[in-house]
Structure formats: C-alpha cells, structure tokens
C-alpha cells in the first residue's frame, strides 16, 4: 500500500532510522536530499542509494542497506 510516495509498512525492522537522522548520520546537512536521491532511482534517473525510504505510521524511514 502506498502513503504519498513511499510504501506503508506496519513494522520496521531494527536499523530504521528517520530520515532526518539518517541525514545527520551521513553529515548530509539538508534532510530533503535523502528523499530526491531515494526518489531519483524510483524514476529511474539515478543509481540505487543503498537505502530504502518506507513510510511507517505517517513517518518517513530510511532502511539502509
């Protein structure tokens, strides 16, 4: 089931972070740009991320690989 962009999951495994937090993780200063990244390779206009961004009770996580 989709939620806005990303599929809606009941349960996130262990390493799931919020997107904000996987931002700073990475010292990615703008949030958003996980998301675009993530969105780019959905379109097929970009190499895979090495993450996958789910949707979980209304909230964006990454997955990383």
Known sequence: MKAKKYDKVDKIPDNAVKVS?????INQKNPAYICVMYDRYLAGKGSYPKYKIVNWQDSNFVIPD
């Open 21 to 25: 937090i996987y931002a700073e993780m």
